[in-house]
């Protein structure tokens, strides 16, 4: 059976994550792992009193939070410690079946996201997992729709194979966005090409496919997620020989994991 790890700070901007973790664990019927990572302290001594300590903590969030759907049987709690909140998550999901990891949008505080970023866009960068970014104010409902912002590359027809699984799943739709700074004809045509290598390999009838014309693409994919609200949004981690480029890719999935009003799941690049 494949696991979710919900992995939480306590924080405020954590509560609709753990929403969005217990309402896909249930609909997925995945295993639900909330997961908690404190700091040892400059010595680095572990202590079992602390560790219960964060343990009941975990628990009492839970409950706090999830209220009369909170399910002792459906959660288990783990409390972790460690100095690095991200290397922590990545080394005790390592030799699990993890369908992904589902974390707040934004960290607690606004000067170290801008010194350091956060623990979620750190993540995003280095889990070989997939990442589920949640708003923090967003409110869980069934997924219906996904929409998956694609830049029509071979690639992209590999994230779509590992898209469909889940979207089978949750009985939901997907939208391939494209967005073009070239002209009508050259993206119709790239567009024709895609088409055709997804029909190839792929047999999934509810594909949509949508493009908009723009130099703007951060912006005009923001505009697009704001004004259609999918329940999800997939912008995967491509992998690229110029670093510069795929710097910029990852750049821009951690900046739109701050602004989009939609969960935004990011797929690891493929090695």
């Known amino acids: 059976m494949k696991k979710i790890i919900y992995a939480t700070d306590f924080s405020e901007n954590s509560v609709a994550a753990l929403q969005s973790a217990a309402g896909l664990a249930k609909t997925l019927g995945d295993d639900l792992i909330a997961l908690h990572v404190y700091t040892t302290g400059s010595n680095g001594v572990k202590n079992a009193g602390i560790l219960k300590q964060h343990q009941k903590e975990l628990i009492d969030f839970c409950q706090e939070h999830l209220g009369e759907k909170y399910d002792p049987h459906m959660i288990s709690p783990a409390a972790i410690s460690g100095n690095g909140v991200a290397e922590e998550i990545l080394k005790f999901s390592k030799d699990l079946n993890v369908r992904m990891v589902i974390m707040g949008a934004c960290g607690a505080s606004k000067l170290k996201d801008r010194i350091l970023g956060t623990t979620t866009g750190e993540m995003i960068g280095r889990s070989s997992i997939p ?24 690639q992209d027809v590999i994230f779509l194979k590992e898209l ?6 949750l009985k939901a739709k997907i ?10 004809t050259e993206a119709l045509e790239n567009l024709d090409k895609f088409k055709e290598k997804v029909c190839e390999q792929i047999s999934f009838e509810d594909i949509s496919y949508r493009m908009l014309y723009s130099s703007e693409v951060f912006e005009t994919l923001k505009e697009a997620i704001g004004k259609e609200r999918p329940d999800i949004v997939l912008m995967p981690d491509r992998k690229n020989s110029n670093f510069l480029k795929r710097g910029l890719t990852r750049d821009m999935i951690k900046k739109m994991q701050y602004c989009s009003p939609s969960p935004l799941l990011s797929f690891p690049a493929m090695p």
């Open 175 to 184: 939208e391939v966005l494209h967005i073009s700074h070239k002209q009508e």
């Open 131 to 154: 990442v589920l970014a949640v708003p923090p104010v967003f409110e869980f409902k069934h997924p219906q729709k996904i929409l998956f912002s694609s830049t029509y590359d071979d």
């Open 164 to 169: 469909i699984p889940l979207a089978k799943l």
